[in-house]
């Protein structure tokens, strides 16, 4: 019989878990039934902030999940999806003692032999793991990816304390039925945990870009990767906002980049980068090149979802509401009348809007980042208190994700292109038959089928 991991669903460590974050929660509640009472106009802000530190405080998966949950626009007050969204990317790092015994753990006791040089202290850290730089012993700079103890077990406690996140979305918002939201959630964060996927994931994303020198993926090592550690080739780079202030055309470069480097996987393979954070992608030189990092979230669809994508953006296109509805009807909608495919049509002529206009714009006028899309998701919503109820269907989680998060980048980019060119570009060829066949292929190749 096999050795069972003994960092897999650990009781003792499950049953800790779920009371730092059940004691954690309870007093945020408390906290937040005395600002009901007492708490007058700001009583909301300061629930937010209650809430924010009660899951502030602990590294792991609830604050991964709060961080996207805060990402989908209006799906919680905004005071609460802003204190969320300033939750803490960069959490204190595991100090040596730990780094040596993840490593030997993984590696074997005579890991340090395998490299070059490795250094004990963290270059980043981040709420399921931290990154430490090492040199190969063939030379290459490296970035080790080591997951903190006991992820897997806090993941299963977290989950369960998640509902109260998403139960708070529904008691505000009754007309939207978040519950494939959570099931989405919950399924991209269990994959997370998985480096040995995450390295089938840039193997999947590299071999798509390889002839591309614009856009770079780093390569996994994967001899010196397991399932809670994760080698790959160091890339360096500058981050997004050291350009905010270069000329036009590179801050037009480094949008182009980012369009293509997230819509044209979705078009051609059925597969998107679900996090589109300032820190997991980065530019070399004089933004040439953009680095894509980060592949521990990226979500593949099933070829019709995406063939309604593309059916909706035609739709929309050419005014045509049975195809509008029937495109719904291809993400998972279900349910649809006239009068909800008009309502849900405010929130999708928002994030098509750039690619049903035909000329070389910004992508929303005079809208700052961190409001991206906020004013129409509330419009939908007070709508859908008189047209719904409607469940949001699972695939749209980080698609939306995606599209609001690029949006963001573009904005403060103040990028000015031809959106609807681009995504021309990307269609090329397009067909849900074709899409199938091309996402079989590459997901066996790289061993994700």
Known sequence: MADKDPERDRLTGRLGRFARVGAGLTAAGAGYGANLLFGGDAAEERNARLLKEALGKLKGPLMKAAQMVATVPDLLPPEFAKQLAELQANAPAMGAGFVRRRMAAELGADWESKFQSFELEAAAAASLGQVHRAVGLDGRRLAVKLQYPE???????????????????????????????????????????????????????????????????????????????????????????TFKTADQETRNRIARLLFQAWWTPMTKLGVIHGDPHLGNYTFAGEADRLNLLDFGCVRIFP????????????????GDREAQMAAYRGWGFKGLTPELVETLNVWARFIYGPLLDDRVRTVADGVAPGEYGRREAFAMKQALQEKGPVTIPREFVFMDRAAIGLGAAFLHLGAELNWRSLFEESLEGFSVEVLARRQAATLQAVGLA
């Not at 070829?303 to 050419?318: H, I, T």
């Open 151 to 241: 992820m897997e077990s806090a993941l299963e406690s977290d989950l369960s304390q998640m509902r109260a996140l998403m139960a708070l979305g529904r008691s505000l918002y009754g007309a939207v039925d978040t519950s494939e939201i959570a099931v989405e959630v919950s399924e991209r964060l269990r994959e997370e945990l998985d480096y040995g996927r995450e390295a089938r994931h840039m193997a999947l994303y590299g071999g798509f870009f390889d002839a591309r020198p614009d856009i770079a993926v780093p390569q996994p090592v994967f001899s010196l990767s397991t399932k809670r550690l994760l080698t790959m080739e160091w890339l360096d780079g500058r981050g997004l906002m």
């Open 303 to 318: 070829p019709a979802f995406v063939g309604g994508v593309v059916d909706l953006y035609r739709a929309l296109s050419s």
